[in-house]
C-alpha cells in the first residue's frame, strides 16, 4: 500500500467511525490539523500518530501490526528507491536513495541490524561517503532489498566511481 492508499485508508477508517477531526483529536491528543496531514496523502505520517489515529477511530490493538506493515510499505516505495537510483549522479543522490530504502528504521536499529556504525551510516545517508561495493552490498541486503534493488545500488556506485 502505497502513501496515497495508506492516506485514503485512514481516511475511511476516520469516516467509519463516524468522527470528525476535531473529535478525533479529542480521542488522538493530537491536533486537528496534524490529523488532517496524517490522512492528506502528501507525507507519511509518523508511526506514533497513525497508532493515535487508528486508535482514535476505535481500530483494534490487535489489527495494530497489520496497519504497520501497510505504513512500512507506505515509507519504502521501491519504486522511489528504483527512479532515485536511475537518476543519481552525486553522492546526495546515493544518500537519498538509501534514506529512501532504509524507511522508516531509526539510525540505531540500522546499526543492530546490519552492524554498521551510526556515524558511518550518517555519512552513507547524507551522501558525505560512498560506501565500497561490497559493503554496500551487505548493508542492504541486510535490510531485505531485493536482487533488482541491489543491482539498481550496484550499477549507481560504478556510475559514481567512473
Known amino acids: ?14 469516516q467509519e467511525a463516524g468522527l470528525t477531526y476535531r473529535e478525533l483529536a479529542d480521542q488522538a491528543h493530537y491536533s486537528h490539523a496534524h490529523l488532517v ?15 493515535a489515529f ?14 504497520r506493515r501497510h505504513w512500512e510499505a507506505a515509507a519504502r516505495d521501491p519504486q ?5 537510483l536511475r537518476t543519481a549522479s552525486t553522492p546526495e543522490d546515493l544518500g537519498a536513495a538509501l534514506t529512501a530504502l532504509t524507511r522508516p528504521r531509526s539510525l ?9 556504525p551510526r556515524a558511518t551510516l550518517q555519512s552513507w545517508l547524507r551522501g558525505g561517503r560512498v560506501p565500497r561495493p561490497d559493503r ?25 566511481a567512473g
Do not use: Y
Open 136 to 160: 554496500l552490498d551487505q548493508f542492504i541486503q541486510a535490510l531485505g532489498a531485493t536482487r533488482t534493488e541491489r543491482l539498481a545500488f550496484s550499477d549507481c556506485v560504478d556510475r559514481l
Open 54 to 67: 487508528l486508535t482514535g477511530c476505535g481500530v483494534p490493538a490487535e489489527v495494530l501490526p497489520i496497519w
Open 80 to 84: 522511489d528507491v528504483g527512479a532515485l
Open 1 to 14: 500500500m502505497e502513501l496515497e492508499a495508506f492516506a485514503a485508508a485512514l481516511r475511511r477508517v476516520r
Open 108 to 116: 540505531r536499529s540500522l546499526e543492530r541490524l546490519t552492524g554498521v
Open 37 to 51: 496531514r496524517a490522512a492528506g496523502g502528501k507525507q507519511l505520517p509518523s508511526w506514533p500518530v497513525a497508532v
